[in-house]
């Protein structure tokens, strides 16, 4: 198993997977397609707040 930077464009595409997106929410298109900072944004929309608000309940 290879590392993977993190913060990196494939971290960003493995942790989005490992939370069950696959594709890109909008335009169900595959997340390899898409630049850092796009899946970056993604992240943080769909991740980020998702944990937080685990973490407030």
Do not use: A
Not at 19 to 40: A, D, M, T, W
């Amino acid at each position: 198993m290879c590392k993977v930077h993190k913060y990196s464009k494939g971290w960003f595409v493995k942790q989005l997977r490992d939370h069950g997106i696959l594709v890109h929410p909008q335009y169900k298109s595959h997340l390899g397609n898409y630049k850092e900072s796009e899946l970056r944004n993604l992240y943080y929309r769909y991740v980020e707040i998702e944990t937080l608000d685990s973490e407030q309940k």
